[in-house]
T-cell receptor
Framework: DAGVIQSPRHEVTEMGQEVTLRCKPISGHDYLFWYRQTMMRGLELLIYFNNNVPIDDSGMPEDRFSAKMPNASFSTLKIQPSEPRDSAVYFC????????????FGQGTRLTVV | AQSVTQLDSQVPVFEEAPVELRCNYSSSVSVYLFWYVQYPNQGLQLLLKYLSGSTLVKGINGFEAEFNKSQTSFHLRKPSVHISDTAEYFCAVSFSNDYKLSFGAGTTVTVRA
């Protein structure tokens, strides 16, 4: 398996623009997590899905953030409108707890909002 | 609520010296414990995990960790580090019925020759 695949790896956008981050989980995994990593706040869980259904979105910072999982092999995290304080590395991770309790992480998307 | 505290933000160490990274957690129920490593500009990679059973857990790259329930700790150790072990290390916890991971703030290990 190719692992968790995220795109793009790097994104530079202007304040006010819409940004969409994409994630393809490992095939067969039924949990998907979105994390944000910053120097100030470390790794924060934004939202996670089980069987494509959002379970806990309490970590989503504002209404500007939204996440979807239309099917088992694809998820998006959207920021609209983007702000400079959204600059961070966003990680997607997936897991199949009945086999492996750990989460497998993608390479991340480094977002810079100028 | 569960939480994870990594007691050291930065650990400088000389090559071939031992290293210990400290992790404490708080939880009133059983937990699963993990150590992840993050190399520069990469994602997180699992080093080892504790689910149950033996309290001494061995992982990849010569790392091991010991679960201590009475002290609610899960410290990571390596007897002899290499330059290539320079990275950030994260301790994480999850409940058995809630598979989301909560991470500590991370410990940056810098190995010098």
């Amino acid at each position: 398996d190719a692992g968790v695949i995220q795109s793009p790896r790097h994104e530079v956008t202007e304040m006010g623009q819409e940004v969409t981050l994409r994630c393809k989980p490992i095939s067969g995994h039924d949990y998907l997590f979105w994390y944000r990593q910053t120097m100030m706040r470390g790794l924060e869980l934004l939202i996670y899905f089980n069987n494509n259904v959002p379970i806990d979105d309490s970590g989503m910072p504002e209404d500007r953030f939204s996440a979807k999982m239309p099917n088992a092999s694809f998820s998006t995290l959207k920021i609209q409108p983007s702000e400079p304080r959204d600059s961070a590395v966003y990680f997607c991770a997936s897991s199949f707890p009945r086999k492996n309790t750990e989460a497998f992480f993608g390479q991340g998307t480094r977002l810079t909002v100028v | 609520a569960q939480s994870v505290t990594q007691l050291d933000s930065q650990v400088p160490v000389f090559e071939e010296a031992p290293v210990e990274l400290r992790c404490n957690y708080s939880s009133s129920v059983s937990v699963y414990l993990f150590w992840y490593v993050q190399y520069p500009n990469q994602g997180l990679q699992l080093l080892l995990k504790y689910l149950s059973g033996s309290t001494l857990v061995k992982g990849i790259n010569g790392f091991e960790a010991e679960f201590n329930k009475s002290q609610t700790s899960f410290h990571l150790r390596k007897p002899s580090v290499h330059i290539s072990d320079t990275a950030e290390y994260f301790c994480a916890v999850s409940f058995s019925n809630d598979y989301k991971l909560s991470f500590g703030a991370g410990t940056t290990v810098t190995v010098r020759a």
